[in-house]
Each structure stands twice: as C-alpha cells, then as structure tokens.
C-alpha cells in the first residue's frame, strides 16, 4: 500500500469518526465523493480539516463565520460549497 492510498484511508476514517453525527455526515459524504480527484498537496489539506474541532468546523459551514484557524485552499473552498 503506498503512502497515498494510507493517507486516503486516514482521513475517510476520521471524516467519518468525528463525534458528532451532523460532522460524520458533512464530512463523510464530502470526502466519499471527492477524496479521489484531490491532489497529493490537497488531500493534505484535506487531512489538515480532518484535525480541526467539530465545534469550529461547524461553525465555519452552517454558521457562516470566518475562521482563522480553517485555512483559504481549494479543499476548503470545495467544502464550503458543498451540499449534502
């Protein structure tokens, strides 16, 4: 297994491991659809999202709130966007 495909595996195991239901679903369901177009400099990105708190991600998305600790990159943009 490369390293790549360890990295996938990680962070679809904590999109969906989150601890809160709401998170697992938004995240879950964003990865699932979207972790193989990432590039190897997005999917760390990505696993950069992957280990900020519930509660300030939740904010960031639902609320609409600027966050300086959610970092302005494609993956971030992506997710902003999405809808489940």
Do not use: A, C
């Not at 195991?13 to 995240?27: A, C, F, I, N, V």
Request: charged share 35%; glycine share 4%.
């Amino acid at each position: 297994m490369t390293n790549k495909e360890i990295l996938k595996k990680q962070i679809i195991y904590r999109s969906t491991h989150r601890g809160t239901k709401e998170m697992d679903l938004l995240l879950g369901d964003f990865v699932k659809k979207n972790i193989n177009i990432f590039s190897d400099s997005e999917l760390k990105d990505l696993g950069n999202l992957m280990i900020i708190e519930d509660e300030i991600l939740q904010k960031w998305y639902f609320e609409k709130n600027d966050n300086e600790l959610i970092p302005i990159n494609k993956v971030s943009q992506m997710l902003k966007k999405f809808k489940i």
